[in-house]
């Protein structure tokens, strides 16, 4: 009997004096962690081992665990196995975590799992505050919430803002596109983004690729914006259908009737000092502001400004734009681009426009040229067809042959349309009130220049074709 009295005390000793302890030590470390629970308690000094369904308080936090080990005076507890630590709607798992009751800390190595309302983030290692309500991650960060997935080295998250700072090989997956970049703050209120670094955006129903080195999406406004050399590629899909018998690829596509499938790409890119991108239901534009420069195939644009209208398959160019088509290129005050079902069809320039063509690969000062207030170009299977100016139209041409047949007729009349045969002029017609006159090569031979329409201008800074250097 004696010795259960005995036993009964210690016990009580080792519950009521721990408490004692720990409510000398609030004073100086703020709120204690308190013992709730546990299947064996063992104390050594001011180190408290705890062992079985283990539960800790402190404030609004709960603890539970396999193991703890607590530091009285430190006010810190150190727990292992099945670690759960739950804070109104948060839950943090990990199978070790060191939890410090003064920074409000708690930090694991091992693996590390948080979950809040709807979202979900996992790591090797984890930090979080149960004061601030912020998580510190790292390696193989995931956070996903139903709608979206992030991946990087580090990320962060505050439950208290539900702002996401990822960085280090950020990746984030949604139902409409992924993006890859150095870093990726994500605003979950609103889902909107805000992408630094080497950006990478990837439309996952359409053929459009973006890229720049900043890209600002804001999701309900259907808005994006981009800076740092931001380029747009639309690729676009070639098939070309073979005869198994008549051709050898080494890397084909066998259809279903025998037929031999090559794929190739033919990719439209826009460069720009600022991109902008409006995806209203039914209509999709994009604004290209300053220094731009587009390629698609064998024909290449510069601008100041320029408007893409997705759905109308329509490029407007603005600030003294200019576009090459081959040997041939084109200025004037405004010029649109025509590419319905994705293939160049028609340019037409607008206000003052002239086309000119360098075709004497000897001669290269004598450039063939053509203008008036709008010049229409038509192209068919990736050929000039046909040339019209209306307007005040004007034209020059060189004519070829032997010495004494060379020369150079310049016209006008109310409109001029030239018609192209295998890429070469077929026919050219003047239409109303035409006046011409003809110079013989011994006029203009040391400087064909004296002869040029009075408003010739001429650009060599045609812009080299982009390749997009992503996996």
Avoid at 92 to 97: D, G, N, T, V
Avoid at 245 to 267: I, M, R
């Amino acid at each position: 009997m004696g010795d259960i009295k005995t036993k009964f005390i210690k016990v009580i000793i080792l519950l009521v004096f721990p408490s004692i302890l720990l409510c000398q030590d609030a004073a100086k470390q703020g709120t204690p962690i308190e013992l709730r629970n546990a299947d064996i308690l063992d104390v050594k000094g001011t180190v408290r081992e705890f062992n079985g369904n283990v539960l800790l308080i402190q404030g609004n936090v709960t603890v539970r665990s396999d193991k703890a080990i607590q530091y009285m005076d430190l006010n810190v507890a150190d727990l292992t196995g099945n670690v759960v630590i739950t804070q109104n709607d948060m839950v943090l798992k990990a199978p070790h975590i060191n939890y410090n009751g003064n920074t409000r800390i708690a930090i694991s190595d091992g693996g590390v799992e948080l979950k809040d309302k709807e979202i979900t983030l996992k790591a090797e290692f984890g930090k979080y505050s149960t004061e601030t309500l912020i998580a510190d991650f790292e390696k193989n960060v995931t956070m996903w919430d139903g709608k979206s997935t992030l991946k990087a080295n580090y990320g962060k998250y505050s439950r208290k803002t539900e702002i996401a700072d990822f960085t280090e090989n950020v990746s984030v997956d949604d139902d409409s596109a992924t993006i890859t970049a150095k870093k990726v703050t994500f605003d979950r209120n609103n889902r909107n983004s805000f992408a630094y670094g080497n950006v990478v955006v990837k439309g996952k129903f359409s053929n459009v690729v973006l890229t720049g080195d900043t890209v600002i999406n804001l999701s309900k406004d259907r808005y994006t914006k981009a800076y740092g050399e931001p380029v747009l590629y639309q690729i676009d899909t070639i098939k070309t259908v073979y005869l198994s018998s008549t051709f050898n690829a080494s890397q084909p596509f066998l259809t279903d009737s025998g037929e031999v499938v090559k794929y190739d790409f033919d990719t439209l890119s826009i460069a720009s000092d600022t991109m902008e991108s409006f995806r209203n239901l039914g209509a999709e534009k994009y604004i290209f502001t300053n220094n731009v420069e587009m390629n698609k195939g064998n024909s290449a644009a510069i601008a100041q400004y320029s408007i893409y209208m997705k759905n109308d398959e329509l490029i407007n160019l603005m600030g003294k734009p200019v576009v090459w088509y081959d040997s041939t290129q084109l200025h004037a005050d405004s010029i649109s681009i025509s590419i319905p079902d994705k293939k160049l069809r028609a340019i037409l320039a607008k206000g003052d426009a002239l086309a000119a063509a360098r075709e004497d690969s000897i001669n290269i000062d004598r450039i063939n040229q053509i203008n008036g207030d709008y010049i229409r170009i038509s192209i068919e299977q990736d050929t000039i067809r046909k040339i019209e100016s209306y307007g005040n139209a004007k034209s020059l041409y060189f004519s070829g042959g032997t010495d004494s047949d060379e020369g150079a007729a310049r016209n006008s009349s109310d409109s001029i349309i030239i018609d192209f045969d295998l890429g070469k002029v077929y026919s050219i017609l003047w239409l109303g009130a035409i006046q011409g006159e003809y110079f013989p090569l011994i006029m203009f031979e040391a400087d064909p220049q004296k002869i040029f329409l009075p408003n010739f201008r001429w650009s060599d800074k045609k812009p080299k074709k982009r390749e997009i250097l992503i996996n």
